[in-house]
């Protein structure tokens, strides 16, 4: 039986996570030119907002078509709130200060939201169980689909079509493409420079959260550490695919999704590399194809130039 | 400029003064609390309280707490009130070696129960050896932990202040081996583990055991136990034609894997050691999980007669949490550092002797009681003597008896 299809589905999945995540790095940075570390704690609380709508808020045995909707909007909002707190209270006091002083509060930041779910959430010092989409999983061909990853096929798609169309048809993603290209001239333009930070920031979240959904769904569980790994994955893919470009985060996220799962599967079949192949190298060799793409392409794959600004 | 250097100085030396009388208060307090009931005898806790795998931490704290109490109320030790002092260590090696230094440097602590992680045992077992303190473990399996790197070939007692009360990876992979390949009939296994010293260690062990039976290895994987994500892997396993999983690891990351292997496909069922022997290893896997099998130390805690007691009072205890699958392992850990104390009060006329910590190290060698799990005692490595096994499976949604055994080897 051939599988690979299925590794390829099963990398593409969670590239695409990674992709959603690392959207929220490279608006961010594309604007700012600040690295939020804290955005996979945005992540997770994006997450544990859907799981208070469903335990805390739905009445019992609702059902999930009903309850999704609804926990994709309380995702959003508590993930976005959290942004944009983070960007009023903890970046913006900074944004005049030494491009260090906003990446240690974001490290920092990153801590306290971590430990503020652990402390305060209810039972959260473990792993919480996510409620779960019914129904069994789909074959097509030899490839089977979890209904779990439905929504995450579904929604980083639709999510890339909304953020394409609003960066380039709306007045606020004209406004923000102009910030990014030169902030001083922006605001001499007429860009309110200080909302469309905003913007970046709350947009960021908004598909942070949705990941966060997609995450809960996928794997049936969270807990206030999920966000740091997968936001350094995402960051990561952010630079694969080109640190500012919002599609080549996307693309990074699903290289990279796809170079470990690849990487975990056959590795191991190449003669004299068996010991090279398991999970745990998986990420040894996601970074190797890292450092080999910036090698050849500094600015990652779909990146422009920034050689002015680095 | 000079005055005000001055005032800095004098700042700063009040702010040091301060501190060290904070510190010299609370030693202070624990004096009152000697006053009342004679001696009072610090028994330390080291266990993961939070994350992962905190639901196996707190039944090993709340069972120590509820030995100290027992032996309180029953005045089993005279003139000498035993309470518990807990620290967390997050499974982290580094955590553990912290809480290790804060236990030998506070005077009263005479025995340590603890911890969960192998991993973390070693990072403490020095610390504690330099300080003659005794450090019972109701969970490590390692065997490489009592018996020296080289236990395969050739046994060397490391710590003589190390003991456990858990049976060791050594006869639980091989014990898992057995069943699978004599009880169960499956003959083509995919061994994964997570690279840690018990999940490695015990799917070395159960690696070995199985091929000398005649099974066949289809597959071996490591994962990284970071990871949620193992949809390469289960695809891998359902490839590989497997009629069984055997992964050495902890419930944490054995719930998800279980979970995609079966959603990969793979209807086989997922067997591990102890460390998947949780409630939350079900929670996490889903309702797929029913037929996955775990071995754990000792006979079920709730069918041993010896049990009825503590399952009893830990109930009317009140705590919050269940006490798990190192709850009656801890309790008698906790219950041999007792023994210990008591053996040592006894010889020295009812008194503490100056020399407590090294006593009570070279007592524990020679305790021997009639505990929850069973006899307790140690052997010449500080393992334990009972070396009885469950398997247990996954059976509407909890986890239940298949059989018991003793291993012999």
């Known amino acids: ?310 | 400029m000079r005055q005000r250097s001055l005032i800095a100085i004098t700042a700063a030396l009040a702010a040091g003064a301060l501190t060290l009388t904070a510190c010299g208060s609370r030693g202070g307090d624990k004096g009152s609390d000697s006053g009342k009931g004679g001696t009072t005898v610090t028994i330390g806790v080291d266990a993961p309280l939070t994350g992962d795998l905190s639901a196996l931490g707190l039944g090993i704290k709340n069972s120590a707490d509820l030995a100290a109490k027992t032996a309180n109320k029953k005045n089993y030790v005279k003139g000498v009130t035993f309470k518990i002092e807990a620290r967390d260590d997050q499974a982290q090696p580094s955590s553990g070696q912290q809480n290790a230094t804060a236990l030998v440097a506070d005077k009263n602590v005479l025995g340590v129960v603890g911890p969960l992680n192998s991993s973390v045992a070693e990072s403490m077992q020095k610390v504690f050896d330099d300080a003659k303190l005794v450090e019972v473990s109701p969970a490590n399996t390692g065997p490489a932990l009592t018996q020296g790197p080289d236990w395969r070939t050739k046994k060397v007692r490391q710590f003589k202040s190390y003991f456990r009360t858990a049976t060791t990876d050594a006869i639980q992979g091989p014990f898992a081996a057995q069943y699978l390949y004599n009880d169960a009939k499956k003959k083509k296994v995919f061994v994964i583990d997570d690279k840690k010293t018990y999940g490695a260690g015990l799917a070395g062990t159960f690696t070995d055991e199985f091929k000398k039976l005649g099974g066949k290895i289809v597959g071996t994987e490591h994962i990284n136990p970071d990871a949620k994500d193992f949809s390469a892997i289960a695809t891998e396993v359902k490839k590989s034609g497997a009629d069984v999983v055997y992964y050495g690891g902890e419930y944490p990351q054995a719930g998800p894997l279980s979970k995609q292997i079966k959603a990969a496909g793979a209807k086989i069922p997922l067997v591990g050691g102890d460390g998947i022997y949780d409630p939350t290893f079900i929670k996490l896997a889903g309702a797929d999980s029913t037929g996955d099998l775990a071995t754990s130390v000792g006979a079920p805690v709730e069918s041993l007669p010896s049990a009825k007691q503590f399952v009893a009072d830990y109930k009317a205890a009140g705590y919050k949490d269940e006490y798990a699958a190192y709850g009656g392992y801890s309790y008698d850990s906790a219950w041999a550092i007792i023994e210990a104390v008591k053996k040592v009060v006894d010889d020295n006329g009812g008194k503490l002797p100056d020399d407590a910590r090294a006593k009570v190290t070279a007592a524990m060698q020679n305790v021997s009681f009639d505990g929850v799990t069973g006899k307790v005692s140690f052997d010449e490595f500080g393992d334990a003597t009972n070396k009885q096994l469950t398997v247990y499976a996954v059976k509407n949604g909890a986890w239940a008896a298949e059989k018991s055994g003793t291993y012999t080897g």
């Open chain 1, 1 to 310: 039986m051939n599988e690979l299809p299925q590794q390829l589905v099963n990398g593409l999945l969670l590239g695409s996570m990674y992709g959603l995540v690392a959207i929220g790095y490279t608006m961010v940075y594309g604007i700012v030119q600040l690295i939020n570390f804290a955005h996979g704690e945005i992540f997770m609380t994006g997450a544990f907002g859907a799981l208070t709508v469903y335990v805390y808020i739905l009445p019992g045995g609702t059902s999930m078509w009903v309850a999704l909707p609804l926990m994709l909007i309380g995702a959003i909002i508590v993930a976005v709130l959290v942004a944009v707190g983070a960007e009023r209270f903890a970046y913006r006091p900074l944004r005049t200060a030494p491009r260090l002083a906003p990446l240690i509060t974001a490290i920092g930041l990153s801590l306290a939201l971590q430990q503020a779910v652990w402390a305060w959430y209810p039972e959260a010092k473990s792993a919480r169980t996510f409620p779960q989409i019914p129904g069994g999983p789909f074959h097509i061909g030899n490839v089977t689909i979890q209904t779990g990853d439905i929504f995450l096929l579904a929604a980083a798609p639709i999510s890339m079509a909304v953020l394409a169309y609003f960066v380039m048809k709306t007045r606020t993603g004209r406004g923000m493409q102009a910030t990014a290209q030169d902030p001083d001239t922006a605001k001499l333009m007429g860009v309110n420079t200080d909302r469309i930070i905003v913007v970046a920031f709350a947009l960021g979240a908004a598909f942070a959260a949705v990941g966060g959904v997609a995450y809960g769904l996928k794997y049936g569980q969270i807990d206030f550490r999920m966000g740091f790994i997968l936001g350094l994955k995402a960051f990561t893919a952010a630079v694969l695919g080109g640190i500012g470009n919002i599609y080549g985060a996307m693309i990074g996220g699903i290289v990279l999704g796809i170079a470990e799962t690849l990487a975990t599967a056959y590795i191991s079949d190449i003669p004299g590399m068996d010991k090279f192949g398991s999970q745990s190298w998986a990420d040894v060799w996601a970074f190797v194809l890292l450092i080999l793409v910036l090698l050849f392409r500094p600015q990652g794959l779909l990146g422009e130039r920034v050689a002015d600004r680095a």
